[in-house]
């Protein structure tokens, strides 16, 4: 089946249904509930564990305001529930989500962000 093919098979699914079905099938998994940061020159982020028998850790991402979007703050899984954000820029106001990761290849959503200004 070649190239046009495959994109009317992909719009006729869609218009069955078929791909919200598939969609749906996928597994879902608890993001990290109340996150807080506590900012000075760094930000003490801390959050709820989640309780799943795959977690593998947590990604913890930031965002100043400037920023187009969210970026990843630490270079390696943190397996605690609080991780300190380093290298942040002086009076600026940031975000602060977490996402938790499962050994099973998945991650949760991210958690609703939390906020705090450097001082």
């Known amino acids: 089946m070649g190239r046009k093919g495959v994109i009317a098979l992909a719009v006729c699914l869609l218009g069955l249904g078929l791909a919200a079905f598939v969609a749906a ?13 506590t900012c000075s020159t760094t930000a003490s982020v801390a959050w709820a564990a989640v309780n799943d028998a795959h977690l593998s850790g947590y990604y913890v991402y930031k965002k100043a305001a400037s920023d187009l979007g969210y970026v990843l703050a630490n270079s390696e899984l943190v397996t605690t529930t609080h991780f300190t954000v380093t290298g942040l820029s002086s009076g600026t106001a940031y975000r602060f989500g977490v996402i938790a990761r499962l050994n099973d290849g998945h991650s949760s959503a991210m958690s609703i962000p939390a906020t705090c200004t450097t001082s």
């Open 25 to 37: 099938d996928e597994p879902s998994h608890s993001e990290p509930g109340q996150v807080t940061a």
